[in-house]
């Protein structure tokens, strides 16, 4: 009795659900139905309109359209868009023309900052004598070292045999090339940088 009950409630609901039209979920966006055959179409409807003067009138007040600039780079006639070309001073008349981006006058900030940082951190260090800075005369005489210490080894380099048909010969070069490689950063690091900080070893009391 329970399960006929139930069916029974459940056949008009069943039936209102059927007798709705289907409908797309894109139905208003869709295009009308192709009109069945038996669907005459309307003969002998006529306009009063006159295309020829509406057209006329139309020409005559309408702005003429400007056409696009075009440039030519070949004898043939090779026609491209000058807007494209990079022809046109087109950056030049922004208004953030010739300034600097924000984002590297952050950068510039931060590096001062941190410059400020490490001479704050140099200066308390000289002060309680846990660096020294090496004398002017000390970096000249360092430096004219590292040099002369290159060009020796530079000397001996071109010395070698071209042929490195051994493995010592080959080990030699290496060894070589690589301690004149580390010559020459020493000596980049030594003139880029004027002042020159070095620790003083701490004595346990």
């Known amino acids: 009795m329970g399960a006929q009950n139930t ?8 039936l209102l659900f059927l007798e709705k039209a289907f409908q797309y979920p894109d139905q208003p966006s869709r295009r009308p139905a192709v009109p069945p055959h038996t669907e005459r179409p309307q003969m002998g409807a006529k306009s009063s309109k006159n295309f020829i003067t509406t057209n006329a009138v139309t020409n005559v007040m309408s702005v003429p359209r400007k056409p696009a600039p075009k440039y030519v780079d070949t004898a043939g006639g090779s026609r491209h868009e000058l ?3 990079g022809l046109v001073p ?7 023309y010739g300034q600097v981006p924000p984002y590297l006058e952050q950068r510039k900030q931060e590096m001062e900052e941190a410059q400020a940082m490490y001479d704050h951190y ?3 260090s000289l002060q309680r004598g846990q660096v020294q800075q090496v004398a002017e005369e000390e970096r000249l005489v360092l430096l004219e070292g ?3 210490n290159w060009e020796e080894l530079h000397h001996q380099y071109q ?6 048909d051994t493995a010592p010969k080959k080990a030699r070069k290496e060894r070589m090339e690589a301690e004149m490689k580390q010559l020459e950063k020493d000596i980049e690091l030594i003139e880029r940088h004027q002042a020159i900080y070095i620790s003083q070893p701490q004595h346990l009391h």
């Open 122 to 124: 140099i200066k308390e």
């Open 90 to 96: 087109k950056y030049v008349n922004k208004k953030d």
């Open 159 to 164: 010395g070698l045999s071209v042929v490195t």
């Open 83 to 85: 807007e494209k070309s």
């Open 146 to 148: 590292l040099k002369k």
């Open 7 to 14: 069916d029974s409630e459940l056949l008009p609901i069943m």
